[in-house]
């Protein structure tokens, strides 16, 4: 089973940045898609960006520009650098690892990031 845990997050002010960490086990870490989603309270789970296995990014639309996903498959590991962070990117961020042709579907248990203005 894949675990994933999260790490990075805190309280930054408005205009400000912080990189976030996303940890997974196995061994087939390279096939892996990684996304990043936050949820703020009273919101649902919105997805942030995601990068596939080859490297190919996407991004919502409203952090474009100011978000970069990155992935170290060497070191199994899946980064969110954000920047020029706003009081409404206050939320918690969740790494999913996925990889649908071998079952793999796992999240962390999040990482709370708290932006002030």
């Known amino acids: 089973q894949v675990q994933v845990v999260e790490s990075g997050g805190g309280l930054v002010q408005f205009g400000g940045s912080l990189r976030l960490s996303c940890a997974a086990s196995g061994t087939l870490f390279r096939l892996y898609t990684v996304g990043w989603y936050r949820q703020a309270p009273g919101k649902q789970r919105e997805l942030v960006a995601h990068i596939a296995s080859g490297g190919s990014t996407n991004y919502a639309g409203s952090v474009q520009g100011r978000f970069a996903i990155s992935r170290d498959n060497a070191k199994k590991m899946g980064y969110l650098q954000m920047s020029s962070l706003k009081p409404e990117d206050t939320a918690v961020y969740y790494c999913?690892?996925?990889?649908?042709?071998?079952?793999?579907?796992?999240w962390g248990q999040g990482t709370q990031v708290t932006v002030s203005s």
């Open positions: 999913n690892v996925r990889w649908l042709g071998g079952g793999v579907d796992a």
